[in-house]
């Protein structure tokens, strides 16, 4: 079972990123799939939810209206695209997956927004 992100760049202010998550040995449909962000000296927060039906999404109200999270079922995979990212975006990102009694963490990437 693993959980690997990918796609995390230095980036300006304003711009746009998309964040991959890809998923093995279990199927992403059947987890409630949700992206956290880390920086430097604070703690792990979500940013954006998707329930293991696909049929609802949530963000934190930081993100909102920038960020938008989705899933390829046939790849098994989930996706993050950030836009008018801002330097408080910076952050390690990662994608977790959870059902009733299981919870799989990725190694995260990192996204710097600097100019």
């Known amino acids: 079972v693993q959980l690997v992100e990918s796609g995390g760049d230095l980036v300006q202010p304003g711009g746009s990123l998309t964040l991959s998550c890809t998923a093995s040995?279990?199927?992403?449909?059947?987890?409630?799939m949700t992206w956290y962000r880390q920086a430097p000296g604070k703690k792990r927060d979500a940013v954006a939810f998707?329930?293991?039906?696909?049929?609802?999404?949530n963000y934190a109200d930081s993100v909102k209206g920038r960020f938008t999270i989705s899933r390829d079922n046939v790849k098994n995979m989930v996706f993050l695209q950030m836009n008018d990212l801002k330097p408080e975006d910076t952050a390690v990102y990662y994608c977790n997956a959870r059902d009733f009694s299981t919870e799989y963490w990725g190694q995260g990437t990192q996204v710097t927004v600097s100019s």
């Open positions: 998707i329930r293991y039906t696909g049929t609802f999404t």
């Open positions: 040995g279990f199927t992403v449909t059947n987890y409630d």
